[in-house]
């Protein structure tokens, strides 16, 4: 397994729409095991496959809390069947807009019909944490950040914030930066 680099925003990788995955295969296991192993190592609750660059219909999650026995779920080619009416505010992260949170309102349950990673057909009723992490990671395969979901003004706030933390970390490793 291997920890694999996770995408920053503003990266026009992480707006595109990832493809379905035609069969379940040693080679889409070890891309889920690199998955959980980045998600991990970097302390997240959920990651999609485009956020490490592959453009493949795949989600990992765990939301159990660091003292809690781990309950990895991979969700492959999730499609939402179902959500509720109520709704939740929830604040939301994401490892590709580190250090950037902001409260979301999304559906409190959601259902999910996905394939594991033996290619067998599941179904899935999320509620709380776990419907939100899931609607987050599935929206990522949709070229969607939780930052659309905020006011114009607050998204542009959160990606001149990450623009300027390249920057500077583009500078501290001695890459020049060029203005357009």
Do not use: W
């Not at 003292?67 to 969700?75: D, G, R, V």
């Not at 179904?123 to 006011?151: K, N, P």
């Amino acid at each position: 397994m291997t920890v694999r680099k996770i995408l920053i925003a503003p990266d026009k990788r992480l707006k595109q729409r990832s493809s379905p995955v035609d069969i379940v295969d040693d080679k889409i296991r070890l891309i889920v095991n690199d998955m959980f192993e980045t998600m991990y190592a970097a302390d997240g609750l959920g990651l999609a496959a485009i956020q490490i660059g592959i453009p493949i219909r795949i989600i990992v999650a765990d939301v159990n809390n660091k003292n809690e026995k781990p309950n990895p779920l991979c969700l492959i080619n999730p499609e939402i069947l179902q959500i509720s009416s109520n709704t939740m505010l929830h604040e939301e992260g994401c490892l590709s807009l580190p250090e950037q949170f902001e409260r979301v309102e999304r559906p409190s349950t959601v259902k999910i019909q996905y394939l594991d990673n033996e290619g067998k057909s599941c179904e899935i009723e999320a509620t709380g944490v776990l419907s939100v992490c899931l609607q987050h990671e599935i929206d990522h395969l949709e070229g969607t950040l939780f930052v659309d979901h905020l006011s114009t003004l607050k998204r542009r706030i959160i990606l001149r914030k990450l623009i300027k933390a390249k920057k500077i970390e583009g500078e501290v490793l001695g890459q020049p930066h060029h203005k357009k």
